[in-house]
C-alpha cells in the first residue's frame, strides 16, 4: 500500500464525499475555491501521524481551530464554513533503541523487492547507502538493479556498470581508483542525470562521467541488494555489512548528500523513491521482510539476518 504524503478532506462525515489530499503547505482562499473546488465543502479529515491541520473561517482569518488526529467530523462550528488551511507535519523523533543501531549481515545471500522493478526509464537518480566489507573478493554486489544500474565493488574499486539507451545503447562503467578497505563503514553514493554519472565515497566525488546519456535501461529485473547485480539471483554476493539504502528520483548534489548521509530517513522526505532501513528483519508468516518505508515495496529476504553494530557512523 502506497504511502500518503499529506491529508485527506472530504465533503461529507465519516470520510465520505469527494476526497482531496493536501501536502504541506499553507492554502490560502484562491486556492481552496478558484483551484482545489474544495470552499465551504470540508466535513472530515484523515491526518496522518506526525500532521497538524489548522482551518479557517475565512483566508487565515476568522473561527480557527488546529487538527491532529484523524477526525471523522470537525463539528458544526467548522463544518462547511472552512476556507482556507495550513498543514504541517513534524516527523517523530527518533529514539535510540535496539533498532538504531541495527544493521543487515550478509554472506552470500540477497534482498529482493519482486516484482518491481525501481529503476527502468530514469533520466536522473541517486541511489545511497552505508556499506562495510568483511570479505575482500573480485566482485560484490551492493544494490541496483541487474542489467540497468549496477552498484558494487570490483577489485576493490567502488562505482557503477549501468545501461544507456543512448550513450552508444551499450554498457559503460564508471569506478572510483581508491581501493575499498575490508571492516570498514562507508557510505556510497552514484548520481545520475542526462549529462553526467557521478560517485560519492564518505560524501567526496571519486569518479565521474561526463556525456549524453540522456535514459537509463529498463527491464524487468527486481531491485536488489547484496546480490545478483551482474548475473541476477545469488551471483556475485557481498559479504559484510549494509544499512540504511535509498534511491531517489532526482539526482541530489554532493551538499544534499552530505546532509542527509548520517541519519535514518522516515520515508517522507520528498523525492525519495525507496528506503530501506535494513536494520530489522520482519517476519510475516513463513516469509522474511526488510522494510521500505516509501511505498511498502518490502524486500524479501532470503539469506541477510539483522546484527547490531554501533560503529556504524549514524546519529540520532
Known amino acids: 500500500m502506497a504511502t500518503v504524503k499529506g491529508v485527506t478532506v472530504y465533503a461529507n ?16 482562499f484562491h486556492q481552496i475555491a478558484d483551484q482545489l473546488k474544495i470552499n465551504d465543502t470540508i466535513s472530515s479529515i484523515k491526518i496522518p501521524p506526525g500532521y497538524t491541520v489548522t482551518v479557517w473561517e475565512h483566508n487565515f482569518s476568522g473561527k480557527t481551530t488546529t487538527f491532529s488526529a484523524d477526525t471523522p467530523y470537525v463539528g458544526d462550528e467548522f463544518s462547511k464554513i472552512i476556507s482556507s488551511v495550513e498543514i504541517k507535519y513534524v516527523p517523530p523523533k527518533v529514539e535510540e533503541s535496539n533498532n538504531f543501531f541495527g544493521v543487515m549481515k550478509f554472506d552470500g545471500g540477497v534482498i529482493t ?6 529503476m527502468n526509464d530514469m ?5 545511497e547507502g552505508w556499506f562495510k566489507v568483511s570479505t575482500a573478493t573480485n566482485s560484490l554486489s551492493l544494490f541496483g538493479q541487474n542489467d540497468v544500474t549496477e552498484f558494487a565493488v570490483n577489485n576493490q574499486k567502488l562505482g557503477l556498470w549501468f545501461f544507456s539507451k543512448h550513450y552508444n545503447s551499450k554498457w559503460t562503467s564508471v569506478y572510483s581508483t581508491e581501493p575499498v578497505s575490508p571492516l570498514k563503514w562507508y557510505h556510497a553514493a552514484v548520481v545520475g542525470d542526462e549529462n553526467s554519472v557521478r560517485v560519492y565515497r564518505d560524501g567526496q566525488l571519486v569518479a565521474s562521467l561526463d556525456d549524453a546519456i540522456k535514459r537509463y535501461g529498463a527491464n524487468s529485473n527486481p531491485f536488489t541488494i547484496g546480490a545478483g547485480l551482474y548475473c541476477g539471483g545469488k551471483d556475485t554476493p557481498f559479504y ?23 541519519q535514518r530517513l522516515t520515508g517522507t522526505e520528498a523525492n525519495l523513491i525507496a528506503c530501506f532501513p535494513l536494520n530489522e528483519v520482519k517476519v510475516e508468516g513463513s516469509t522474511k521482510q526488510a522494510l521500505e518505508l516509501v511505498s511498502g515495496n518490502h524486500g524479501i529476504v532470503d ?3 539483522d546484527v547490531q553494530d554501533e560503529t556504524v557512523p549514524l546519529v540520532l
Open 13 to 28: 462525515r465519516d470520510y465520505d464525499g469527494n476526497p482531496v489530499t493536501l501536502a504541506t503547505g499553507k492554502y490560502d
Open 113 to 118: 523487492t519482486p516484482g518491481k522493478s525501481l
Open 123 to 127: 533520466t536522473a537518480f541517486t541511489l
Open 240 to 262: 559484510g555489512f549494509i544499512t540504511e539504502v535509498r534511491l531517489w528520483k532526482v539526482a541530489r548534489s554532493q551538499a544534499e548528500i552530505q546532509a542527509t548521509m548520517k
Open 303 to 305: 539469506g541477510p539476518v
